[in-house]
């Protein structure tokens, strides 16, 4: 099992994320944006458009997406939750 997050920051931007936040697993730019349309998450966020959606998707090896979680802009995902799910696949 390989967690990975994506957001829409660019990869400069993802280098002092990573040191900040002390992440030990990669993080990845959706600068493009393929993955936020790919998976059905942008929304318009402050006035920007296209923003994602704060969300987690638990995909199993064959690429199947298992188990999906959304959440509101200032909520954090529940780490534990999302962990547990992933030791059923």
């Known amino acids: 099992m390989q967690p990975y997050a994506i957001s829409r920051d660019s990869p ?3 280098v002092a ?3 900040a936040l002390d992440l030990d697993f990669p993080l990845l730019s959706d600068w493009n944006g393929e993955a936020t349309h790919g998976f059905g998450v942008a929304i318009d ?5 296209d923003v994602s959606q ?3 998707f638990l995909i199993d090896g064959e690429g ?3 188990g999906a ?3 509101e802009p200032a909520e954090l995902p529940d780490f534990d939750e999302l962990l547990a ?3 059923t696949l």
Do not use: D, E
């Open 17 to 19: 994320w990573m040191q």
């Open 69 to 71: 979680w959304g959440y």
């Open 54 to 56: 704060r969300s987690a």
């Open 85 to 87: 799910a992933a030791k």
């Open 12 to 14: 400069w931007t993802h």
């Open 45 to 49: 966020h402050r006035g920007l458009r």
């Open 64 to 66: 199947v997406i298992r």
